[in-house]
C-alpha cells in the first residue's frame, strides 16, 4: 500500500457525460500528479498540483481539469466523454522538493 | 520534450535466468530514473531509482545502470522467480523548478519468467 488513495475505483459511463476522479495524496505530500494509461498510449502525464497550484501540463486535453484542495486531494474532471477516454487514471504524490513519486491504486474508466 | 524508448517490449526468460531490459532517454537534462513493475490491473510500484550523480545502484535481486554519456539506463534482474513475472517500466525525469518533477514513461517490458 503506496498510501495514496483514489476514488472510485471502477467508474462506467457514456459518451457525453461528466465524470470526477478523486485523489488523496500521501500524509505530509505536496505533489499531486495525474497520468492516463492506455493499450496504446502507455503512462502519460496529463498534470501536476503542487500545494494548490498547477505546476505542470502535459498531454491534457481540453475537455480535462483538475485542481487541488487546501487539504491537498485532488480531483480530475473528464467532460464531453469520449469512447477513447476509456482508460486507467492513476494518481501520484510526492513530497517536497523529492522526484520519487508513490502511485494510487487508479480508477478503472469505461466509456461507452 | 523527453523521450524514453525502452527495449524489449516483451522479454521470456526460464526461472533463475537474468533479466536486462534497457531504456534511452533523449534529454541530457533528465537526472532521476526510476523502474516501475506493474502488474495485470495494479497500480505502478517504484522498485528502483537511480539519480545522474551515481553509476549502478543494487537493492538485493535487482540493479539498474546509469551511462549518461551513452543517455541509456538499464535494469538488471537476478535469479528471477515466477513472482517476478509483470510489466516494467522505465521512466525519466528533471527539475523543472518549482518542485516539478514529471514522469516521461517507456512503452513497457512485459516479462514472463517460466517457472
Known amino acids: 500500500d503506496s498510501g495514496v488513495t483514489q476514488t472510485p475505483k471502477h467508474l462506467i459511463t457514456a459518451t457525453g457525460q461528466r465524470v470526477t476522479l478523486r485523489c488523496s495524496p500521501r500524509s505530509g505530500d505536496l505533489s499531486v500528479y495525474w497520468y492516463q494509461q492506455s493499450l496504446d498510449q502507455g503512462l502519460q502525464f496529463l498534470i501536476q498540483?503542487?500545494?494548490?497550484?498547477?505546476?505542470a501540463k502535459g498531454n491534457i486535453l481540453e475537455r480535462f481539469s483538475a485542481q487541488q484542495f487546501p487539504d491537498l486531494h485532488s480531483e480530475l474532471n473528464l467532460s464531453s466523454l469520449e469512447l477513447g477516454d476509456s482508460a486507467l487514471y492513476f494518481c501520484a504524490s510526492s513530497g517536497k522538493n523529492t522526484d520519487t513519486q508513490y502511485f494510487g491504486p487508479g480508477t478503472r474508466l469505461t466509456v461507452l | 520534450g523527453e523521450n524514453v524508448e525502452q527495449h524489449p517490449s516483451t522479454l521470456s526468460v526460464q526461472e533463475g535466468d537474468s533479466a536486462v531490459i534497457k531504456c534511452t532517454y533523449s534529454?541530457?537534462?533528465?537526472?532521476?530514473f526510476p523502474w516501475y513493475k506493474q502488474e495485470l490491473g495494479k497500480r505502478p510500484q517504484l522498485i528502483i531509482d537511480?539519480?545522474?550523480?551515481?553509476g549502478e545502484k543494487k537493492d538485493q535481486r535487482i540493479a539498474v545502470t546509469l551511462n549518461k554519456t551513452a543517455k541509456h539506463f538499464s535494469l538488471h534482474i537476478t535469479e528471477t522467480q515466477p513472482e517476478d513475472s509483470a510489466v516494467y517500466f522505465c521512466?525519466?525525469?528533471?527539475?523543472?523548478?518549482?518542485?516539478?518533477?514529471?514522469?516521461?514513461f517507456g512503452k513497457g517490458t512485459l516479462l514472463t519468467v517460466n517457472p
Open positions: 534529454d541530457s537534462a533528465s537526472n532521476y
Open positions: 537511480i539519480r545522474s550523480n551515481v
Open positions: 498540483y503542487y500545494n494548490g497550484e498547477e505546476r
Open positions: 521512466a525519466a525525469s528533471k527539475s523543472g523548478g518549482g518542485s516539478n518533477y514529471k514522469l516521461t
